[in-house]
């Protein structure tokens, strides 16, 4: 059974910062990694969707990498600001039409 | 309307109540999911959806019945729901297939008295 970790659970830094969120999944038979971004009581937005193929990939000031042999994915964000702030959610799609998510890590960014 | 929308956005419910949720989707996908997300808990898939029968279903207590008529609408229909029921239910759509990129609705938040 596929599951997914993400560390830290919370983390929380002043505006500016460079920060890298963490996600590993235990069965590297993935087709795909998405990272998700949900504000508080709302549903989920898609930042960034890599292929198993892929390496990264890159959409502004966000950068997501895959190790998929390794069972690792990082989420890069540039340049940290305060609209930054939301959970950020890991999901696996190894399965069909099946993902897993992870907890999700709460990112407070302060002014 | 554009992506996937749900409704009602906030449901307040008796445990004697019966009620339904509704989600609809405007990307011409062939297949919709319902997914749980309870407080401290990762995202729960409900069930899924492909061209309108039902492939997968896990595990979930009767109370809850889901209905697909057409490939752009899902229902959740509930009944004699318990306190530990209530959650953020999240709607999804994609195209069928295996590994293919799922589109969420904004979800909606049930309270159960």
């Known amino acids: 059974k596929q599951e997914v970790t993400q560390i830290p659970a919370a983390l929380s830094v002043p505006e500016g910062e460079n920060l890298v969120l963490n996600c590993s999944f235990t069965?590297?038979?993935?087709?795909?990694l998405q990272w998700f971004r949900q504000d508080p009581g709302k549903g989920l937005t898609s930042l960034l969707l890599?292929?198993?193929?892929?390496r990264e990939q890159t959409s502004g000031r966000l950068n997501a990498s895959l190790d998929k042999s390794s069972g690792r994915s990082t989420l890069y964000i540039a340049a940290s600001q305060p609209g930054d702030s939301a959970t950020y959610l890991c999901?696996?799609?190894?399965?069909?039409?099946?993902?897993?998510f992870g907890k999700g890590t709460m990112l407070l960014v302060s002014p | 309307e554009t992506g996937v929308t749900q409704t009602p956005r906030h449901l307040v419910m008796g445990m004697t109540n019966k009620k339904s949720l509704k989600c609809e989707q405007h990307?011409?996908?062939?297949?919709m999911y319902w997914y749980k997300q309870s407080a401290k808990k990762p995202l729960e898939l409900m069930f899924v959806?492909?061209?309108?029968?039902?492939?997968e279903n896990n595990s979930v207590p009767s109370r809850f019945s889901p209905e697909c008529p057409n490939s752009s609408h899902l229902f959740l229909h509930l009944h004699t729901l318990q306190p530990e029921d209530s959650a953020l239910y999240l709607c999804?759509?994609?195209?069928?297939?295996?590994?293919?990129?799922?589109?969420f609705g904004p979800g909606t938040r049930l309270t159960v008295l």
């Open positions: 999804a759509s994609s195209q069928r297939g295996w590994g293919n990129e799922q589109f």
């Open positions: 069965d590297s038979a993935i087709y795909n």
């Open positions: 890599i292929q198993s193929s892929q």
């Open positions: 999901a696996v799609n190894s399965g069909y039409s099946t993902l897993t």
């Open positions: 990307l011409g996908h062939n297949a």
């Open positions: 959806y492909s061209l309108e029968e039902r492939v």
